[in-house]
């Protein structure tokens, strides 16, 4: 039982008790078993005991998860200036969300999940990262002792508020309970929650609306969440209006009262006026009635703005009148800020950043055990070694370095949704259309006695979501050891072919975080390989597709200083497209997406328009999936949609692009002849040109034809290789249809091939990969492609080309693909080609590569039974390239026309006669 | 299968002849081309049709008394960048829908302009009809019914106002079309096939089996 004592000792004491039970029924067993079962069970017992060694750890870092309801007023009736009907409030909010999702600092309590609920179109849910105590239960627990701790949270609670406000986000609902305390070890933390958030509460029992960011400052909102007593004065008046706005100012205010309630709160016994108060747990609100604040706020109320009148000290010769007064240690600069912040008038209120400064300044920095900057001070190999060992012998389980995000991504993977857990808890309460019919109407309009005025109804306050059945469920049948979160360097056949599938997940995400990483030091060539089998996680692609498409902040700083809001010729075209853009998603359904789709395609257009770039429809199809990644961040999303169209789509949508586009579709259409002769006569022979089928696939990168979950899917695949790929992807689109297509005629061709809903996706990125490999890379060349070049392909990919490019009649004339003469060389040396030398023999006698095969051109026709003679050819993948002396050109490519024709695969033809292919010296047999 | 009762006496099985006719719809975006054959076709409606890139195709088949008519639709995109694409698909074709937006004046002068490119570019017996869709909103009516219809009247076009939304009109128009077109006894080369390099096809004229 050695091994045990080298388990971290933080389990605490249930796993001791587990360890003494264990350690017991082992010692039974070695006492009384037979001496070969001992070690049979020892074996089984020991996975177990690992596995509960496991649960505890993981129990100590998944983050809990706390869900909130909110009611989104229905406004109905309303139409848009188009006539389509103005998206619903819940709609509204879900557009608006990613924002508030995006903000980022160690103080605030991270917004993960909003859904509208399938039960009841006007409520919506909010998953935000909970932690079970508040500043509110700290305070009253008397575990503010000292005053280091305090100034910890002067520091981060002001910091947190400056982050939102430089961020643009009204808190509105900052109280002590609003806070929320991690604790981990012995250091505490703030954490801000349900900011930028609509709240309600009766205070003085009538609904009072708070609004903020996410409702639109609360025109979509009728009811929320409790909030605390000291509201601001101006929030209070406002009441009759019913709807009003939390401001800065009024965050400042509810800033300064939870600020004077850590400053005041003490643990030990006050001494004030000779008497003794044990006042452990105070906190200003049982202190203070509604009434006293209220009074006090009328105390002081002035109509002239002018007048600074503070309400802190007020406040605390209350406390002392009351004899609730604390012992504290007096702390001028504090209070005084505190008494700038308790201005009656809103605009004699000091301001966020510069609370965040003075505290800054009186109680300097967090000292941070953990910081980047240390990281940077490592100056030798073995400082970082020592490091790094460090780091390991730390517990860490692997869940710590999982983000937020991707832990609720595994949340949801295990099959429920908030929803189902709030209508199970009753939280969410549906009820029959019945009851919301009040019990006296008259007059037509007037109704009274209606006890509900919706069909669901919902109790207030964030509800904890289980996370039993996930920490359940990745333990599953697993050895699992902290190590083994990071797959790099390991063998994947080995042994982490288990089948637990959200312990994969984790698994992946966290070696997809750490392939990201490294991409900086090694680039992104190391990441491909391993990206194209773990696939990629919806919580990380934006951060994958940015660095595969190489985006980073210099791609995006135009777009930044553009006036997306000016007036442009495609205004009218943006304006009838973009509501009808991928709309079965219903983040596409919201006005702020829409927006923002706007934004990227104007900022994109602007900025090349003077490459004679233009907005065509189908652009917004291309563009959206990038804004679904980074929905709070347009300008990246603009960046990788500029960037991915300059390699996938380059130059289709210039204002004349029918060159570029008719080159495109002739490649395609050879390749189509490489690969799959029989096909490529059928569709030729019913005239069922690619023009009629395949634009949209190509000029939006099959963003049109297929459903964005898929397509982002292929998209994954897609960044990964070289230009010619949606060509690959279009050739596996065709051939999955291909026993379909043979069997019809036009009509019925152009119906199957426009209808594709069981599309497997898994199937088509296989099958393209297949053809990427099958094809040799110089048969994709086209004069308008791409210049630019994945760099981590295989040789082949990265030859010269000396290939011009041919005119559109050309083009329409050949019926197979071309080859340049440096691959040919190269395949010549490797003995991975068939070479069909069409010469006549004694041009042929004279001077001929090895190892080709000469066929006389003399009547145009193919000779099928000439080519079974060839040994091998027939069954071979390896490309079939005809070769033509200077004077045979149109001949030889009637020549493998006619063997196209007769159904013979991998034709392609070298792109210049025999004469001119320079280093052909080494190769060639002369007579 | 509205769309397929109101086609029309169908006459299941009856004697009659089948006759393909290709017909192409064109206009500008946004005004309901592709919303007017789902609703002939599939007799569907959707709020937001997505926009079209390049072209669709369907197909719908209606009755009349004395023969059975195929139409190969050709949906065309509407914004004016693919226009070059748009003889590919009405070369050839026996009719064409020319769809405008009755709330939008811009797309009548638009319609006006494809009306033109038809009248020169087209066959010559080609079977034209003007439609003014969206007519379940004309309560924002900027164009009227008498200027399109007095328009469609002076250049010999059919024209209805219609509603994809509601399917006023839809099957009527398609009817209509149906009864104007030539259902000769001679026998014509299969059409739906689209012919991109001989601008100078000639009309087929019917094209019975």
Not at chain 1, 875 to 902: H, I, Q, R, W
Not at chain 2, 52 to 71: E, N, P, S, Y
């Amino acid at each position: 039982m050695s091994s045990t004592s080298s388990f971290p000792k933080s389990f605490g004491k249930l796993y001791v008790n587990i360890l003494l039970y264990h350690i017991f029924v082992i010692w039974l067993f070695e006492y009384y078993i037979y001496q070969h079962l001992i070690v049979y069970f020892r074996s089984v017992y020991f996975k177990l005991f690992q596995i509960q060694f496991y649960s505890f750890q993981i129990m100590g870092s998944f983050p809990n998860f706390g869900a909130f309801v909110l009611r989104a007023q229905e406004k109905t009736g309303r139409t848009c200036i188009n006539g389509l009907p103005v998206a619903s409030p819940s709609k509204q909010m879900l557009g608006r969300f990613p924002y508030l999702q995006s903000l980022r600092h160690d103080n605030l309590s991270i917004y993960v999940h909003f859904s509208e609920t399938v039960i009841a179109r006007d409520l919506v849910i909010v998953v935000i990262e909970h932690h079970s105590e508040s500043l509110g239960d700290v305070l009253k627990a008397g575990e503010l002792k000292d005053e280091n701790r305090k100034n910890v949270l002067y520091l981060e609670i002001s910091s947190a508020m400056d982050c939102l406000h430089r961020n643009g986000v009204v808190h509105g609902f900052l109280d002590v309970n609003s806070v929320n305390i991690s604790k981990k070890r012995e250091e505490i933390t703030a954490k801000l929650s349900g900011y930028g958030l609509p709240l309600v509460q009766s205070v003085l029992k009538s609904i009072i609306h708070i609004f903020s960011f996410l409702t639109n400052y609360g025109k979509d909102i009728a009811s929320s969440m409790k909030f605390g007593v000291f509201l601001a004065p101006e929030r209070i008046l406002n009441e009759d209006e019913s709807l009003f706005l939390a401001t800065y100012q009024s965050d400042v205010w509810e800033m300064g009262f939870v600020l004077l309630q850590i400053y005041l709160v003490s643990e030990t016994i006050s001494k004030n006026s000779g008497e003794n108060i044990c006042l452990k747990g105070a906190t200003l609100e049982p202190d203070i009635s509604e009434t006293e604040y209220l009074e006090i706020l009328n105390k002081n109320f002035t109509d002239d703005s002018t007048v600074t009148s503070t309400v802190m000290d007020d406040i605390i010769q209350l406390l002392i009148d009351k004899k609730r007064l604390p012992y504290h240690k007096k702390c001028e600069w504090l209070e005084t800020v505190i008494r700038n912040c308790l201005q009656m008038g809103c605009s004699n209120r000091i301001l966020v950043p510069e609370i965040a400064e003075r505290i800054k300044e009186n109680v300097g920095s967090i000292p941070s055990e953990d910081n980047v900057e240390s990281l940077y001070k490592l100056k030798t190999v073995d400082e970082m070694r020592a490091r790094v060992r460090e780091d390991v012998l730390k517990d860490y389980d692997g869940f710590e370095k999982l983000s937020i995000d991707n832990s609720f991504y595994l949340w949801k993977t295990c099959g429920s949704t908030p929803e189902i857990i709030l209508l199970k808890k009753g939280i969410i309460q549906n009820h029959a259309p019945i009851s919301s019919y009040p019990s006296i109407r008259f007059d037509d309009f007037n109704q009274i006695d209606q006890t509900v005025d919706s069909q669901s109804t919902f109790e207030y306050g964030v509800f904890e979501l289980p996370k039993e059945r996930t920490l359940a469920k990745m333990e599953h049948g697993l050895k699992v050891s902290a190590k083994m979160f990071h797959k790099i360097g390991v063998n994947k056949d080995e042994d982490h072919q288990n089948e637990n599938i959200l312990y994969e997940t984790a698994s992946n995400m966290l070696t997809i975080e750490h392939f990201l990483n490294s991409t900086a030091v090694f680039g992104v060539s190391s990441v491909v390989s391993s990206l194209s089998s773990i696939g990629v996680i919806s919580t990380q692609r934006s951060d994958v597709w940015c660095t595969l498409l190489d985006v980073d902040e210099t791609k995006w700083r135009d777009y930044l200083n553009l006036d997306v809001l000016a007036s442009h010729s495609s205004d009218r075209q943006l304006e009838v497209d973009i509501p009808r853009c991928h709309q079965y998603d219903s983040f596409m359904t919201t006005p702020a997406i829409q927006e923002s789709l706007r934004k990227v395609l104007k900022g994109w257009q602007i900025i090349t328009e003077s490459d004679n770039y233009v907005y065509w429809q189908g652009c917004d199809s291309l563009a959206t999936p990038f804004l679904l990644a980074n929905m709070s961040k347009p300008h990246v999303a603009y960046a990788c949609f500029k960037e991915f169209t300059h390699r996938y789509c380059h130059k289709f949508y210039l204002k004349d692009n029918s060159e570029v586009i008719k080159e495109y579709l002739g490649i395609f259409y050879h390749l189509v002849a490489y690969v799959d002769p029989v096909l490529y006569k059928h569709l030729k022979s019913n005239g069922f040109d690619a023009e009629l089928f395949a634009i949209p696939w190509f000029l939006t990168c099959f963003a049109h034809e297929l459903p964005l979950s898929k397509l982002v899917r292929l998209w994954d695949e897609t960044m990964i290789h070289g230009n010619a790929f949606p060509l690959m992807i279009a050739l596996a689109m065709l051939n999955r249809l291909r026993d379909k297509l043979l069997s019809v005629n036009f009509n019925d061709m152009i119906i199957i091939i426009h209808d594709q809903p069981d599309l497997t996706i898994d199937d088509i990125i296989k099958n393209a990969r297949g053809y990427e490999n099958l094809i040799p890379p110089s048969c994709t060349f086209r004069v308008h492609a791409s210049p630019w070049k994945e760099n981590n392909s295989g040789e082949v990919h990265c030859l010269m080309n000396s290939m011009k490019g041919l005119s559109l009649g050309e083009l329409a004339q050949l019926h197979c693909p071309r080859l340049s003469s440096e691959e040919l060389i190269w395949r010549i040396e490797r003995n991975l080609i068939y070479i069909i030398d069409t010469r006549q023999e004694s041009e042929f006698q004279t001077e001929h590569f090895s190892n080709s095969f000469n066929h006389p051109n003399n009547n145009h026709e193919a000779d099928i039974d000439w080519l079974r003679f060839l040994p091998g050819i027939v069954s071979s993948e390896l490309p079939k390239c005809f070769l033509y002396g200077k004077n045979d050109k149109e001949a030889t490519e009637k020549l493998a026309e006619a063997y196209v024709m007769k159904g013979v695969p991998y034709v392609c033809i070298l792109h210049e006669p025999f004469e001119t292919i320079k280093n052909k010296d080494p190769f060639v047999v002369k007579a | 299968m509205a769309a397929r009762n109101a086609g029309g006496a169908a006459r299941p099985g009856g004697p009659n002849r089948t006759c393909q006719f290709k017909l192409v719809l064109l206009g500008e975006s946004a005004v309901g081309k592709s919303s007017l054959v789902l609703r002939f076709v599939k007799g569907q409606f959707h709020e937001y049709q997505e926009s079209t890139i390049g072209a669709a195709f369907l197909t719908q088949t209606v009755c009349l008394d004395d023969a059975t008519i195929k139409f190969e639709i050709w949906d065309t995109a509407g914004q004016e960048r693919y226009h070059s694409l748009a003889p590919m698909y009405y070369r050839g074709a026996q009719a064409a829908i020319v769809v405008y937006d009755i709330t939008n004046q811009e797309s009548f002068q638009k319609a006006k302009n494809w009306v033109k490119e038809l009248q020169r570019q087209a066959s010559p017996n080609i079977v034209m009809a003007l439609a003014g869709n969206k007519a379940d909103v004309a309560n924002k009516r900027t164009v009227e019914y008498e200027e399109a219809n007095a328009y469609a009247e002076d250049n010999a076009l059919l024209f209805m106002e219609t509603s994809a939304k509601t399917s006023m009109n839809v099957n009527d128009i398609f009817m209509a079309i149906a009864k104007k077109l030539p259902i000769g006894p001679a026998q014509g080369e299969p059409t739906g096939t689209v012919d991109m390099n001989q601008p100078q096809q000639q009309q087929k004229g019917s094209c019975c089996k």
